[in-house]
């Protein structure tokens, strides 16, 4: 452990009710005698607690707030929990329960005294008795790396002698997996027996050795793996509930597909007062969102991977976002890719979507099976992968070094048929040419006067159409292009605007996403634009030109 600060930190211990105060002292004789604390003169104290578990027993508790903020922290060894749809399927498992790890783990001498704490005396009629732990204690937080860092160095053994099985780790939680069932009974004995000589304590009535096993909220079976009793709690009344409810979902998000788009009416709720007491209420909306969700929970059902069989990367079309499906494409195991529902940009543009799509789907496939996707699929003509690839310097970085096969072509299976309509390529109208023989629209705003000005020519006479709107230039002049859009919705048209900022927008905005801002009349505005650029069925061309002075700039 490094310290930012080692000065004594002392926090007095709060007052315990006599029957907590009993357990208290219990629990500590019952740590003592284990030798994870030991008596202490330490400088340092925290205030320490019990609480009852679900089972019924009793857990000690300290409160270590104040000696966390004087370390560094070492942050997250291992950023996720292993994916269970990588264990091939048929073949056998045993699933192992590291008992109370993190005692098993020794604190440095010199770091114990930090860890210190009080049992008082009920109206002080003794002196307080002081401890400190010697092992890893619960509420530290980089116990759970040092945790991980432990037990992963104990088993690399393990893995070098038992190179053929497939063995996960995470925090306490060990599976054993290979092809033939001798295999994993060799590896489970020679695992116990590392362990054992590590100090590392086995539950062995807990060890499961048959179908279904439980493992980090899922359950697995022969094929699938199903995700055990979720329940969505729907009395949602603050910020705070809403966060964990929709950490439940994210959860499960990957293995059963949930999109942005359908999390849209839940993500909402999470605009307005950070404070964590905030009020919150699920909408209709937010309601149908999670029925939606436990319709998904009861219906898929993941598998675990086919030997032999290479993962493909197909890029689906959402309503607002496009989404992608990493694995197997028949019967095997898969993999959900999704875009966040906020995104840094206020428009990110198609190509920027599909790029992180691709880059996050690259990724994702080498984390898991350390290969790249044999195929990807994309909802594009080739013609517009070609474009794409000369115009945008993100997908060019997301499909550098690609040396599989790409496909425009979706196939066509059943399992791909119940994720749902199979996705289209896009039609982009939006020319990179004047079009001959369209209107030319002019429009123009002014921040002074809050008249925002559409001009153009029919029949050899100019007209024009003026409408008023409060706010700044680039609002009055993002509301002409608006209104420009709205008058020739059914005709070709060329847009000339004096605002870069606005073409800029206009050119960026053909089937993007827009990010949610607190300027109600500006959100308005693009969401506007958005709805008839991408309802359009005539072409546009858009272009900015400097006017009103002679020098360069918007």
């Known amino acids: 452990i490094n310290w930012l600060n080692e000065d004594p930190v002392w926090v007095d211990q709060w007052p315990l009710t006599k029957q907590k105060l009993q357990i208290l002292n219990k629990l500590v004789e019952e740590q003592l005698e284990l030798k994870h604390i030991a008596p202490s003169v330490s400088p340092w104290n925290s205030p320490v607690f019990v ?8 857990r000690l508790l300290i409160d270590l707030r104040q000696v966390n903020s004087r370390m560094e922290s070492m942050g997250s060894i291992q950023p996720g929990m292993p994916s ?36 008082p005396a009920v109206n002080a009629e003794a002196p307080n008795r002081r401890f400190e732990w010697c092992v890893l204690p619960q509420g530290m937080k980089n116990s759970p790396t040092l945790c991980q860092m432990y037990v992963s160095k104990v088993l690399e053994p393990l893995r070098r002698q038992c190179a053929e099985a497939v063995i996960l780790h995470y925090m306490d939680d060990i599976v054993i997996c290979a092809k033939e069932q001798s295999t994993v009974d060799n590896t489970l004995q020679l695992a116990l027996q590392i362990l054992s000589a590590n100090k590392l304590a086995v539950s062995k009535e807990k060890i ?24 969505l709690k729907r009395d949602i009344s603050t910020l705070n509930d809403l966060q964990k409810l929709l950490g439940t979902i994210n959860w499960i998000r990957p293995i059963v597909g949930i999109t942005t788009d359908e999390l849209h009416p839940l993500f909402s709720l999470l605009k307005g007062d950070s404070q964590l007491s905030s009020i919150r209420k699920l909408t209709p909306e937010a309601l ?53 529902h906020q995104f840094s940009k206020m428009v990110t543009t198609f190509v920027e979507m599909i790029g992180q799509l691709i880059f996050k789907g690259r990724t994702r496939c080498w984390e898991l099976c350390r290969q790249e996707p044999q195929t990807i699929y994309l909802p594009l003509s080739s013609e517009r992968l070609t474009q794409m690839l000369t115009v945008s310097t993100e997908f060019q970085i997301a499909m550098s070094e690609f040396e599989g096969q790409i496909s425009y072509h979706i196939p066509q299976n059943k399992i791909l048929q119940a994720i749902g309509e199979l996705p289209i390529q896009l039609k982009f109208i939006q020319s990179d040419k004047p079009i001959p023989d369209a209107k030319n629209i002019f429009t123009d705003g002014s921040g002074r006067t809050s008249n925002a000005v559409v001009v153009w020519q029919e029949n050899s006479s100019w007209k024009q159409d003026v409408h008023r709107v409060e706010g700044s230039p680039q609002i009055v002049e993002l509301s002409a292009v608006v209104r420009a859009f709205f008058l020739f919705k059914n005709e070709p048209i060329n847009l000339i605007s004096d605002s870069a900022y606005v073409i800029g927008v206009v050119k960026r905005i053909e089937h993007s996403y827009l990010k949610n801002i607190n300027n109600d009349v500006l959100f308005s505005l693009f969401q506007t634009l958005l709805f008839l650029i991408n309802h359009r069925t005539h072409p546009f061309f858009a272009v900015h030109i400097k006017a009103h002075t002679t020098l360069p700039g918007p």
């Open 84 to 119: 269970l749809t990588q264990l091939p399927a048929g073949w056998p498992l045993v699933v192992i329960d590291l008992k109370d790890c993190f005692f098993h783990i020794l604190l440095r001498k010199e770091d114990r005294p930090k860890f210190a704490f009080s049992v």
């Open 288 to 340: 149908k969102a999670l029925d939606l969700v436990e319709k998904k929970l009861s219906s898929i059902t993941p598998n675990r991977k086919i030997e032999g069989i290479l993962p493909s990367f197909i890029i689906f079309l959402g309503k607002t976002q496009p989404f992608g499906i990493l694995g197997q494409l028949f019967n095997g195991e898969k993999s959900w890719i999704f875009l966040p």
């Open 51 to 58: 609480i009852q578990k679900a089972s019924g027993k009793w």
């Open 208 to 231: 499961q050795y048959t179908e279904a096993w439980k493992y980090l909220g899922w359950t697995v079976t022969a094929s699938t793996i199903l995700p055990q009793q979720i329940k």
